[in-house]
């Protein structure tokens, strides 16, 4: 449920949370060549681009919290099994 301010905005508290590329991969405990490899093969969340460099490569990307811990939560729980 959303809850509004008196000026009839939305409350701070409500506000999404954007984690940085560090904070994604310690808490997933993955290198960060990981996380571009997989958001490249399309297995994980795509980044929100916040900024470019004066060169046009990205300088500044977040991940919404949400986005992260609903692809986490939709992983298949319980032991990796091989083919053999």
């Not at 449920?1 to 009839?8: D, E, L, P, T, V």
């Amino acid at each position: 449920m959303i809850s509004h301010s008196k000026n009839g905005g939305v409350s701070p508290d409500d506000k999404p949370q954007l984690m940085k590329l560090q904070e994604v991969c310690k808490m997933l405990q993955i290198s960060r060549a990981s996380i571009y490899r997989w958001v490249e093969e399309g297995i994980f969340p795509q980044p929100v681009i916040l900024g470019t460099g004066g060169n046009g490569k990205r300088s500044a990307v977040r991940w919404y919290e949400s986005d992260i811990l609903a692809w986490l939560k939709a992983k298949p729980k319980g032991t990796q099994k091989d083919g053999s």
